[in-house]
């Protein structure tokens, strides 16, 4: 068994400990010490690192025999007293997020009676799945209730009883272990057994700030960060919004309706384009057969839908006509049509374009489309020719 120090003082960031077995696990050094103030990995919150005698601590792992092993870097010798630092910045992150989980699991459980089956805390944020789907409402209200908690600035505190004694304290809920319980107390609002690092009161959590949340396993699964990821978000999305406020020229609040109308503009917009198109196609249709059949040619500014438009109008003046088009884009597009009386198959041309240049597309005798053809406008037309 290693003595686990953070138990009873989650804010020791140093210790000495005795080096009590140094083993080698798939290539790594596993060091085990009589005490320890690093968290392993484990109830959801991620391991503590630092240093052990100067080497790096990589990862802490909860051994199945009750003690816990330190992955290091360096080497150090069964018996040797060693100095163990741990990052501070990383755990006390952790201590926010998992003590804003307790508060904020309790808030949906007091308000609601909704019950958080199962908590993940993430290298960016973290997450409560409740039992049951919540509302926008409900989570606005349970926020609210678990950050008027963190300001009242309530005292947590550590309680060790045995499982008898805190069912009848009312726990939020059960704990499955026997023997003696570890229990975190967030005065008068919650009593849940964990062996996880907890700040000392509730203010030290700072923000319960509810990012998302969606439905999951006939429940919900609620993203939250609290703290310093909190404001680590806060800056991330202000960056964000002010970048989008440059160009919009709108505050956040009309950020939405402003890109909905920009939307609508840009359909319409497009819709007078599409029309335009429409009557230019039939002029370069004219200009195009005026050179005679077949017509083979890349044409400069037109899109596939415009390509196809003139191949349509050519093939309507002329019954005879056979027209294969390209757009000038890289890699560029083709539409191949045909006459009524006219024999040749526009889907195999296309085909045949597409195995020599790449690219994909066919389509029916009289009309075929493709695109994603890699070469010089002026090799598409010459091979063009030659299966014409
Ligand atoms: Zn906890």
Same mark, same amino acid.
Not at 159 to 178: C, H, L, V
């Given at each position: ?290 050179? =005679?059949? /077949?017509?083979? &040619?890349?044409?400069? +500014?037109?899109? !596939?839908?415009?390509?196809?438009? *003139? %191949?349509? @109008?050519? $093939? ?46 066919? =389509?029916? /005798?009289?009309? &075929?489309?493709?695109? +994603?053809?890699? !070469?010089?406008?002026?090799?598409? *037309? %010459?091979? @063009?020719? $030659?299966?014409?």
């Amino acid at each position: 068994m290693t003595q686990r120090l953070y138990y009873a003082e989650p804010y020791r960031r140093s210790f000495d400990g005795t080096v009590l077995a140094v083993d080698t696990v798939a290539g790594h050094t596993y060091v085990t010490l009589d005490q320890t103030a690093f968290y392993p990995a484990s109830g959801g919150q991620p391991f503590d690192t630092g240093t052990l005698g100067g080497a790096a601590v990589t990862e802490v792992v909860d051994r199945e025999d009750g003690t816990i092993a330190h992955v290091v870097s360096g080497a150090l010798k069964a018996g040797e007293v060693v100095a163990g630092e741990i990052d501070w910045a990383r755990r006390f992150d952790h201590m926010q997020q998992h003590t804003g989980q307790h508060v904020l699991s309790a808030a949906f459980d007091r308000l609601f009676g909704v019950r958080t089956e199962s908590f993940h805390m993430g290298q960016l944020s973290s997450t409560i799945d409740l039992v049951r789907e919540v509302s926008e409402s409900e989570i606005a209200k349970a926020e609210d209730d678990a950050n008027r908690v963190v300001w009242e600035d309530r005292p947590v505190t550590i309680r060790f009883s045995t499982a008898e004694e805190a069912a009848a304290m009312g726990m939020r809920k059960e704990s499955a272990r026997t023997g003696t319980l570890r229990l975190i107390d967030v005065q008068d609002y919650d009593l849940s057994a964990c062996g996880g690092t907890h700040v000392d009161r509730t203010g030290a959590i700072g923000l319960i700030a509810i990012v998302g949340w969606e439905k999951f396993k006939g429940g919900s699964r609620v993203e939250f960060l609290c703290g310093g990821r909190a404001l680590q978000r806060f800056r991330v999305w202000r960056g964000a919004l002010s970048a989008v406020q440059k160009h919009l020229s709108v505050p956040p609040i009309e950020m939405a309706a402003s890109i909905e109308r920009m939307q609508d503009d840009a359909k319409a917009v497009q819709r007078t384009v599409r029309g335009f198109q429409e009557k230019l196609a039939t002029h370069e249709a004219q200009a195009l057969l005026a050179q =005679g059949s /077949p017509v083979v &040619a890349a044409i400069e +500014g037109w899109d !596939a839908q415009g390509i196809k438009a *003139i %191949a349509a @109008a050519i $093939t309507a003046a002329d019954q005879d006509a056979v027209v294969v088009l390209f757009t000038t884009a890289t890699p560029a597009q083709v539409v191949v049509a045909r006459g009524a009386s006219s024999k040749i198959d526009a889907g195999s041309v296309v085909k045949q374009l597409a195995a020599k240049f790449g690219g994909k597309g066919g =389509g029916k /005798p009289d009309l &075929a489309q493709g695109g +994603g053809l890699s !070469a010089p406008v002026n090799e598409l *037309i %010459a091979y @063009a020719r $030659t299966l014409l």
